[in-house]
């Protein structure tokens, strides 16, 4: 990302760019030098084991190559802040850490329940997104489920009715998401026409998409159901909405402690 920044403050510059990420030993760093070697250039380098970094730079000076550490003026910077020595230990940043895995766990369990699918599971979800298609329920999922939230979602339609388990759900926070009829036609018209198909269906109509919507915002209603209206909002903007609601009911209702 340095050297992209550099980069663009030079005119038509014909550079490519080699990545090596990860490297932890010298033999590494030896395989890595020569394809240096073939392909010689600028040598940016975030290095901090002192032998490794030495060895970079005694071979770069070898082949008459500049060679740049760029993490140096920061963690120098950081140091006389913080009043205390960095620990040169490598790859901290890409520690794999408990909050890791449990955004890989919601990310699955995510994907696995888009659009109504094994609704069986949804009690275990921590957020359950309904609404009418096109309502950016599949996008606000995949963003919250980025953030470490098992999140389900299900299409209100109305000849087909979501199943009984959506009514009795406990554990997960349900959401329902509404837009603008005019909105969600515009957006389910611009579908269709990207998937070459008609754009003049009953999917569009406007009196049918009016009342697929006050159909959903009444079941939502009848619930007691948060709603988000996501006609002028981003799906972050939408996600950390969901997000507020969901915290603010757990400082509500926390979970009971545990007694050994």
């Not at 275990?124 to 309904?130: G, H, P, Q, R, S």
């Not at 026409?193 to 079941?219: F, H, I, W």
């Amino acid at each position: 990302m340095i050297a992209k920044a550099a980069l663009a403050q030079f005119d038509d510059a014909g550079v490519i760019r080699h990545f090596w990420p990860m490297v932890r030993s010298q033999q590494h760093l030896d395989r890595i030098m020569a394809e240096i070697s073939a392909n010689p250039g600028l040598v940016l380098f975030t290095l901090v084991n002192a032998d490794t970094r030495a060895r970079l730079e005694e071979r770069c000076r070898a082949l008459g190559l500049p060679a740049v550490p760029a993490l140096d003026a920061v963690t120098d910077a950081l140091e006389g802040m913080l009043g205390q020595e960095a620990k040169a230990r490598p790859g901290r940043q890409h520690v794999m850490d408990e909050a890791y895995f449990a955004r890989v766990e919601a990310i699955q369990f995510t994907i696995a329940h888009d659009d109504g699918v094994l609704w069986e599971d949804w009690e275990e979800a921590d957020i359950v997104l309904a609404g009418v298609s096109r309502s950016s329920k599949t996008p606000t999922s995949i963003y919250l489920a980025n953030r470490g939230y098992k999140t389900a979602n299900i299409p209100i339609v109305v000849e087909s009715p979501p199943p009984e388990a959506l009514y009795g759900l406990r554990h997960p926070l349900v959401v329902g998401l509404t837009t603008a009829p005019e909105r969600l036609i515009q957006v389910r018209r611009n579908r269709l026409l990207s998937l070459g198909q008609a754009p003049e269906t009953a999917y569009v109509d406007n009196e049918r998409v009016t009342k697929e919507v006050q159909y959903a915002r009444r079941m939502f209603a009848d619930n007691g159901w948060p709603v988000i209206d996501v006609t002028r909002r981003s799906i972050e903007e939408t996600a950390a909405a969901i997000i507020n609601l969901y915290n603010e009911r757990e400082a509500a209702d926390p979970a009971p402690a545990s007694i050994a």
